[in-house]
């Protein structure tokens, strides 16, 4: 049977399910990573699980969000996840060493292997042919204990690449063109490949930004071959051991096929306030741009800060510009200085930052009021920059450097010759920043440390047969994760405390949510399509969960934030006819009876309170309904293993 690469990996670790699309599927995982945002969580629901020594092949926790240290919380949850890491067997990356899956690319990832991490952005791996997805805390949690991961069998669709890629045009470009054909919505349900001539010009790390910004397109995950590219890149991270050739069948069968031809791409910028909102720089007019930002798990390998510093090489920046560099790992950070690079950056004006996600996730660096800042990252969600009016435009590292130099956002193509630049044919391996784990016996011994800000684990409760909930906030459609639970300097500290951080919640759409919530006890929300897309913090289903919120109905969802309202025990529907969703308004409410009868059909009827009857849908597995009605993961791993 001629299969897809995905197909053949997902062959390769089926635990449970068959792979016709849209049943559920049980996955082995071969590695998990984690971030410290996100990571907390994790760790505290493997503690809850039970089990002493995690049981993939390999385990990471990367500190790379949470590095500004306003105050003790954000370092006594390096040090949780320090302590929890060294006795349950996970490996540690300190903080500095780099962000996750910049780290994970160069020195972890395997060809042909599974990788579950608690951050969506975990796909970038699939630049190295490795099934990577994005996932919840939990469900990484479940993963590391030696639990399945589960999925719906996602659709197999195909990116075919022709042509070469024009001086100055870039993968980033490529990510934003395939945003623009797709949009937002247009990968869920769906497993990206990338094939054709055109991906064999593309090197590891910029294959990396493509399928790292499919999270973009709601995909599952994205996905390149394992090529002779592959085996070069591993071979100069001394990793040569690693690599597995890996292709789809020649007449594997796709449900989508795209095509792009890379010689007629130009420099995009993705305008705000949505990655598919995308538009020729060049036909942008004159936009003032008082902040440049580059780095990012999307564009910070060797490669763009390379790229950069060329361009930058001898010149200054605009008197107007505030430009921050953030190097994604230390090995790039080393080497750029060790070449000279480094240097270069800083004479033409740029402000180093450490190793870490920084300004991508609001931590630091915010724009000046209604400020334009050019960002190589890949969200520009409203107020994610921690300035709610800012601008924010996301477009590659020689678009950004360009508009660093003129203090315009400017088509780098203006600039004139292409700088050429030389990546080594080695790199700097120094893995000394990933602290191992205790051995089995040592760690027997080993106590966790836990600071004061770290509460425990939020708990679901069982769902009830029968509920009457009124309707605490009515939001529209893409509403993301950011509008949910945001992020930033502020918020982020309470990673590990849900009560703090749930005063927070949709304060971007409705400062009194959390309050009103809170008075009415139980409460449901009501959205449009899409609902949750972005980050996979599943923060956004517990610190609704903590305010008493026990169902969400939508248009329809992405796909790990309603894994994680599954997992905290939150019920997910759908309106059955979408004009449904015009007549409730906050404040109505509805009436659910007979639930666990009906959930298996996967229709409910509800009853507004003015009388009407309203159907809901949302198809759930045997297995979901289970953890429904335990009252969410952790209740259900625990019932499971009794
Ligand atoms: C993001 O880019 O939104 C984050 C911050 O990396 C999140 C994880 C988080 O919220 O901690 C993600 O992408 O999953
Ligand atoms: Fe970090 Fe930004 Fe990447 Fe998220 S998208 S992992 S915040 S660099």
């Keep these: 049977m001629s299969r897809t690469i995905a197909q053949k990996i997902i062959a390769a670790h089926l635990l449970s399910g068959d792979m016709t699309p849209g049943s559920e599927i049980g996955l082995r995982i071969d590695q998990t990573l984690t971030q410290d945002a996100t990571g907390t969580m994790a760790y505290l629901a493997l503690e809850n699980i039970g089990i002493p020594r995690v049981k993939t092949e390999k385990s990471i926790a990367y500190i790379d969000h949470n590095t500004l240290q306003c105050g003790f919380e954000n370092a006594d949850d390096h040090r949780y996840i320090q302590s929890v890491a060294r006795k349950y067997g996970v490996y540690f990356s300190r903080p500095g060493n780099g962000i996750c899956h910049q780290t994970h690319l160069e020195r972890f990832g395997k060809p042909g292997k599974t990788l579950i991490g608690s951050d969506s952005h975990t796909p970038t791996a699939g630049g190295l042919g490795m099934l990577a997805m994005g996932a919840g805390g939990m469900d990484v949690a479940v993963a590391m204990g030696g639990g399945a991961y589960y999925i719906t069998m996602p659709k197999m669709y195909k990116v075919n690449l022709t042509g070469t890629l024009k001086p100055w045009v870039t993968a980033k470009d490529i990510s934003l063109e395939i945003l623009r054909i797709l949009s937002v919505k247009g990968g869920v ?14 090197s590891v790390p910029e294959r990396a930004t493509i399928t790292n910004m499919g999270a973009e397109l709601g995909a599952t995950s994205s996905i390149f071959p394992s090529d002779e590219v592959t085996h070069a890149f591993l071979k100069a991270q001394g990793r040569a051991q690693d690599y597995v050739p890996l292709s789809s069948d020649p007449d594997a069968q796709y449900d989508k096929v795209i095509d792009i031809d890379l010689s007629t791409l130009e420099p995009l910028a993705a305008c705000p306030h ?81 190793c870490a996600c920084g300004p991508c996730i609001g931590m630091g660096f915010s724009p000046a009021s209604g400020g334009v800042s050019v960002r190589t990252f890949n969200r520009n969600f409203e107020g994610r920059s921690g300035t709610r009016d800012a601008q924010v435009y996301l477009a590659s590292p020689e678009t950004a450097a360009a508009s660093a130099l003129t203090g315009f956002i400017t088509d780098p193509r203006t600039l004139g010759e292409y700088p050429a630049i030389t990546l080594p044919d080695t790199f700097l391996v120094d893995d000394s920043g990933v602290l191992p784990p205790a051995g089995k016996e040592e760690a027997e011994g080993l106590s966790v440390e836990r600071g004061p800000n770290i509460k425990p684990f939020p708990k679901g409760e069982p769902l009830p047969d029968q509920m009457t909930l009124p ?11 950011d509008h949910i639970m945001p992020a930033g300097a502020k918020v982020l500290p309470y990673r590990s405390n849900i009560p703090k951080m749930a005063e927070f919640c949709f304060g971007v759409c409705d400062e009194q ?9 139980r409460s449901c929300v009501i959205g449009g399509a899409n609902y949750g897309q972005g980050s996979s913090r599943e923060h956004a289903a517990l610190a609704p969960l903590h305010l008493g919120v026990r169902a969400v109905i939508t248009k329809s969802f992405a796909r790990i934030h309603v894994a994680n309202l599954i997992n905290a025990g939150i019920l997910p529907l759908t309106f059955e006819n979408p004009a449904d969703y015009d007549d409730l308004q906050q404040g109505d409410t509805l009436t659910l009876k007979n639930i666990h009868a009906q959930l298996p ?19 759930l597995s045997e297995r979901q309904i289970a953890i429904l009605k335990a009252g969410g993961l952790l209740n259900y791993t625990k019932e499971v293993a009794q």
């Design 189 to 202: 349900g769906a497993i990206v490949e990338w094939g054709g001539e055109g991906i064999r010009q593309l």
């Design 601 to 619: 059909a996967g229709r409910l009827t509800a009853t507004t309170g003015s009388g009407k009857t309203i159907a809901l849908v949302y198809p």
């Design 471 to 481: 309707v605490s906030l009515k939001v529209g459609d893409n509403i993301t994760t």
């Design 274 to 354: 949505s990655p598919d909102n995308v538009k020729k720089a060049a036909e942008l007019g004159r936009i003032a741009v008082s902040q440049v930002c580059i780095g990012s798990c999307t564009n910070s390998s060797l490669r763009d800060m390379l790229r950069v510093a060329a361009m930058l090489k001898g010149k200054k920046i605009a008197d107007t510009v505030s430009l921050s560099i953030s190097p994604g790992t230390r090995q790039v950070l080393t080497m750029l200085a060790d070449c000279g690079a480094l240097s270069d950056l800083i004479a033409a004006g740029a402000r180093i930052l450490e």
């Design 513 to 521: 949510f959390p309050s009103r919530a809170l008075q009415l006890g």
